[in-house]
């Protein structure tokens, strides 16, 4: 399943959330953010069938986390971010975690911190690991071992591999 929220028409901020049909090649439209917003991360986590918004754009940096339910298009704030992001990459994990990777601040400082996201205890907490840069942009993947943080607007845009089990990210290779 695939999820697009928020978003910039070239005027204004955009509210809608859609889900992407792979077998249609159509988006349809299945709820509404609370605040429009372009810029913020997206992660669906497979083992709920739920989606998460992380952050976003709207007049500031957002320090929201959003809940989605795709079946009824409800959405709820489920936790804060320890501070406004938006450009940031976000990606679910086996363990049950969401994981936010750089972005930029409140204060349009680009950053390489590592959040995690536990949405049975409603916490977001900055690991104490970091990208190996400053990072924005950015899209994320998940496997069973490891997220993998690709692209952004960096100098010599690298791949990063963040590893699950020693909590510790790494430059694997440029791209």
């Known amino acids: 399943m695939l999820f697009r929220s928020g978003g910039f028409d070239g005027l204004t901020n955009e509210g809608g959330i859609f889900s992407f049909s792979i077998t249609h090649g ?48 409800q ?51 900055k690991l104490n690991a970091a990208l190996p840069y400053n990072l924005v942009y950015a899209c994320a993947v998940s496997t069973n071992e490891v997220v993998y943080v690709l692209g952004g607007a960096v100098t010599g845009s690298r791949l990063v591999q963040f590893d699950l089990e020693i909590g510790r990210a790494s430059c694997r290779e440029r791209v």
């Open 75 to 125: 959405v709820f704030q489920v936790a804060t971010l320890p501070q406004g992001i938006t450009r940031a990459a976000a990606a679910w994990t086996r363990n049950g975690l969401g994981y936010v990777f750089g972005g930029v601040d409140t204060d349009e400082v680009a950053s390489s911190d590592i959040l995690e996201f536990n949405p049975l205890q409603g916490t977001v907490t």
């Open 26 to 73: 159509n988006y349809t439209q299945i709820g509404n953010l609370p605040t429009p917003v372009n810029s913020n991360a997206i992660a669906w986590d497979s083992s709920t069938q739920l989606a998460y918004t992380f952050g976003g754009w709207a007049t500031v940096a957002l320090d929201h986390v959003l809940r989605i339910h795709p079946n009824t298009g």
